[in-house]
Every structure is written in C-alpha cells, then in structure tokens.
C-alpha cells in the first residue's frame, strides 16, 4: 500500500511539474484589439492573489498587437480591486500597480487603532478618500494607463506593497476580477475651461466669469447643461444653468453674478450626466470698492511731492555749500 | 552754521527719498522677482516654480525654487521614506500653489533635514508638495508625482543664513540614484535661475529641475 501509495504520489508531483511547465511556457494571451474587459481570471489567475510581504510580484502577462499606443484609437485602463482586513493598529502603507513598470493605480492606506483611510486619485473616479470603520473592506480602482503604459509584444502587470510606517493589513488580496480593459472614451472627452488665474471682483458689483467647453472623440454631440454653484452672498443675474443645445468642437458662455461681501471664495463648475462629467472651480476674490481717486491718484501725488521735497533739499545742499565756501 | 544746515538738509533729502520709496512700494509699483511664474505639465496640471513664506502668491514672500520632481509611483511619505536614512529630521513648513483638478489649492510641508538645528552646524534640507490631503498628482504623462525645493541651512540657532539650493539637489539626485532610482539631474528647465544674495538668502539655483523615477 504504501509503494502505490508513494508510486501515486510521484506521478503526481511529475503531473504537476508538466501542467506547471506548459503554462509557463505557453504564450501570453493576446489582448485589447477591441473595446473590452481582460480579468486577471482569463490572463492565468483563477484565484485571489494573496500579498504578505512588501514588494513586487508579477500577476498577469499579457500581449498587445504591434503598433499598440495609448489612445490610438483605444484607450487603455486598469482595474484594481482589493479585500482588505485592517490590522488594528497604526500603519502607512501603499498598494500600487504598474504595467510595464509604470503606474497607474496607487491606493494610499492608513491605519488606526479604529478606522482605515483609503485615498486615490484616477482619472475615471477622480480623488476618493474613504474612511472606513469596518474591519474588513472591498475596494475598487479604475485608471487610465500611463502614456507609455501599454505597449506592443509582451506586456506585465505587477503589483507593490510599500510599507512606509507600522503594519496596515492582517491580509490583503488582489481579486480576479482585476484585469486591464480597452475603451473607445477618451479620459477627457469633454473639457471644462476656466480662468486660472483667481478672479478678482468688487464687492456690490457685476463681475463675470467666463468658460469653455472643448468636446472631442466619438461621443454623440447632444444637449447638455453647464451649472455654477455659488457661495452664500452671491446673487446670480441670469440663472445658474447654461444650456448648450449642441456645442460641436467649442463652445463658451459666461455666467454673470454679484458678489456682496469681501473675502476668497470659490465657484465650482459642472457638466452633469454627460460624458465625462468634467468639473472645475474658480477662485474668486472679493475686494471693497476703492476709488482711482484713492487707490492711485493720491499715493502717486504724495510720491511725487516728497521727490520734490529731495530735490530741493539737494539743491539747498548746494547752495549752503557754495556759502559755505565763499 | 552752514555745516550744520547742509547735514541737516542732507537728513531730509534722505527721509523725502526714503519715503517716496515706501509709498511707491505699498501701492504696488515696487520692484518684483521677475522669475516667479507657472508651470504646465500637461492634462491641466500647473504649479508655480517657487514655494512661498506665506500663502499669498507674491514675488516677494518666495522661499526656494521649485528643483525637483519625483514621478511613476510618487507619494511624499514615501519619497521621505526613501531618503530617511540620510534625512530624517523634520523642518519648518512653508507652502506652494498647485492646480492638479482645474482650480488652484495651497499645499504646506516642512520637509526633511539632515540634522537637528544647531548654533554651528549645517543641515541639507528638502520639501515636497502635491495637492493637500492626496499627497500626489496623477496625469499619463508623470504617473503619480510631486515636485520638492531645496536649500542648505546654515548655524539656523544663532546667526542663521541659507544656502546651496543646487548642492541639496544634488545630493538628493545621487541619493536616489545609489539606491537605484533612475535620476535624471538637471533634467528640465523650469525657469528660476536666480543667483545673488537677499540678506541670509543666498540663491544660488541653475533654474534646471531634477526628475527622479520612484517605483
């Protein structure tokens, strides 16, 4: 018995080490011709990928087509999605994936003795930051990759835990349903255009506040609506909604508003519903109404009398001087 | 008699001059730093390529030149991690204005010094900056990045002066460098080349940003 039983235990080791074999040496799977999602379920990792130690480890090879750019004509995103169970106690920590080496999604952890805090930043969910109290949490993380992020031939995907400070996670897991995607919808389909500069308004007076819209890509070009959200204290004089029955390439508008007191705020900007969603804010400064009279005219004159007043004490200078010597 | 009215016309000269000077200057018509300006790096990301002793953007409140970016998987704790074995200790904060999300924000940070302050000593010393509570930007071009200034402090406890803005860049880029982070120094030209000396503020920046690759 225990012969056969040794005997069924090397064949099966010798079973293993072939399959172990020929999925190394099969070739990675070719991907992202069309627009679609690639889990790391269909790229060779069929179970949660379990992470314990800090590091880089390889989670998924892929192949792209020759001639494969960012955005030409499709773009390509990752997904990250995690389980984590918090160690209840203080720890920074940051779980980050790259294709190729570059990055493109980074969830930054910090733990407490009570909560965990996960903050993001993407291009398709914007900045996140969730507190969350419960001791075990899913999180979900989309990105557009790097410019030079996907490339032809053989690709990798990899992820890093960096330990910065203490511990963060009693486990963490990468799951399956993590993978790469190809979407035709350009990261900035829709773009808001607003003043960089802070604009400067007068308080008890009209000021206005001017934007663009810059749509691009395939998108239907259909109605959409630009709304401004005003601070307390300022009275709108045609509306908070701008609506655009088409917008074709560009179009501009600007909203007009009357600011009653003195101090710095900021009006935030919106596409809702549509494409991309894009917002944007402006900061407003606020400012009491001076004069010409006083804010340039009488500083000017007192400037220019005390230049006056030197050069004639300069010259009484010289006067004494040629007294003096005579 | 005569010596006596020339000193004292001499003194009125001097004050009538001296105050024209201080109301030329209050009502905005002083001097300014003429190297102070924004920054594009593309996707609507901008910064100002100096940090400010306050925050008011003025090209008299700068502190140091903006001299350093760290890109691909960028976060500050984690780039003062890197460098924390040669800086580790903390350093007053000071601020900078960014733009990562269409509108302008402040960011504040003390950095990292290699020493504790001291009455006779020197400290290398670094700060980093990116949008307040994300602790980097993100755009396809950079991955995730931050930018730092640089300077050099010099006897900080007594009679205090400040220094070596491109020597701190440098030992920066060959720190990084010889823990096998791909280094670029004096990779890009960010347009504050500023030499000469402002009281205890001694420029001396060749206006060429250093770009480290974190992974």
């Known amino acids: 018995v225990r012969a056969r039983s040794i005997a069924a235990a090397a064949a099966g080791i010798v079973l293993a080490a072939a399959a172990g074999a020929a999925s190394a040496a099969s070739p990675p799977l070719q991907i992202g011709d069309r627009p679609g999602f690639w889990p790391l379920?269909?790229?060779g990792a069929h179970t949660a990928i379990r992470i314990s130690e800090p590091g880089t480890r390889v989670v998924a090879r892929f192949r792209l087509s020759p001639g494969t750019r960012q955005g030409v004509p499709l773009w390509y995103t990752i997904r990250l999605h995690t389980r984590f169970r918090f160690a209840r106690r203080r720890g920074e920590c940051i779980l980050s994936a790259a294709t190729n080496g570059l990055t493109a999604a980074q969830m930054i952890v910090k733990t407490d003795r009570r909560a965990a805090q996960v903050a993001s930043v993407g291009w398709i969910q914007g900045r996140r930051l969730l507190r969350l109290s419960a001791k075990t949490a899913r999180v979900d993380f989309r990105n557009?990759?790097?410019?030079?992020?996907?490339?032809?031939?053989?690709?990798?995907?990899?992820?890093?835990?960096?330990?910065?400070?203490?511990?963060?996670?009693?486990?963490?897991?990468?799951?399956?349903?993590?993978?790469?995607?190809?979407?035709?919808?350009?990261?900035?389909e829709l773009r808001l255009l607003v003043p960089q500069q802070p604009i400067v308004a007068t308080a008890g007076r009209r000021t206005k506040l001017p934007f663009a819209l810059r749509r691009r890509g395939g998108r239907p070009d259909g109605g959409l609506d630009v709304t401004v959200l005003l601070p307390e204290g300022f009275r709108?004089?045609?509306?908070?909604?701008?609506?655009?029955?088409?917008?074709?390439?560009?179009?501009?508008?600007?909203?007009?508003?009357?600011?009653?007191?003195?101090g710095h705020y900021v009006l935030s900007l919106a596409v809702p519903r549509r494409y991309n969603q894009p917002t944007a804010n402006v900061q407003v400064d606020v400012v009491t109404p001076r004069s010409w009279l006083t804010s340039r005219f009488l500083p000017s004159l007192l400037a220019a009398v005390l230049l006056v007043g030197a050069a004639a004490f300069m010259y009484a200078t010289r006067k004494a001087k040629k007294q003096d010597r005579r | 008699m005569t010596r006596r009215k020339i000193v004292l016309y001499r003194i009125g000269t001097l004050l009538c001059l001296a105050g024209a000077v201080v109301v030329l200057a209050s009502t905005g018509l002083g001097a300014s730093t003429p190297y102070l300006r924004t920054l594009g790096f593309g996707y609507g990301d901008s910064i100002y390529n100096y940090d400010f002793t306050s925050q008011a953007v003025s090209s008299s409140g700068v502190d140091w030149a903006t001299s350093l970016l760290f890109y691909n998987n960028a976060e500050i704790d984690k780039v003062k991690n890197i460098s924390s074995g040669k800086y580790w200790f903390y350093g007053s904060k000071m601020n900078f204005r960014l733009n990562d999300s269409g509108f302008w924000e402040w960011d504040q940070d003390g950095g990292k010094k290699t020493d504790t302050p001291s009455c006779l000593g020197s400290t290398r010393h670094y700060r980093i900056y990116a949008p307040a509570a994300f602790d980097n930007f993100y755009n396809p071009n950079f991955g995730y990045y931050v930018f730092g200034t640089s300077h050099y402090d010099?006897?900080?406890?007594?009679?205090?002066?400040?220094?070596?803005s491109e020597g701190t860049e440098h030992d920066l880029a060959n720190l990084f460098s010889g823990k096998g982070y791909y280094t670029r120094y004096d990779y890009a030209w960010f347009y504050n080349q500023q030499y000469g000396n402002q009281g205890d503020h001694h420029w001396s920046n060749d206006g060429y940003a250093t770009y480290i690759r974190i992974t």
């Open chain 1, 41 to 43: 379920s269909r790229l």
């Open chain 1, 144 to 188: 557009y990759l790097q410019t030079k992020g996907p490339r032809s031939g053989r690709n990798t995907l990899t992820v890093t835990l960096d330990v910065l400070r203490g511990r963060c996670f009693d486990s963490l897991s990468v799951l399956p349903d993590s993978g790469l995607g190809a979407t035709r919808v350009r990261p900035d």
């Open chain 1, 236 to 262: 709108a004089i045609d509306g908070t909604v701008w609506h655009f029955a088409r917008i074709g390439r560009v179009g501009s508008g600007a909203f007009e508003f009357v600011p009653k007191t003195t």
């Open chain 2, 154 to 164: 010099h006897h900080e406890l007594c009679n205090s002066w400040f220094d070596d």
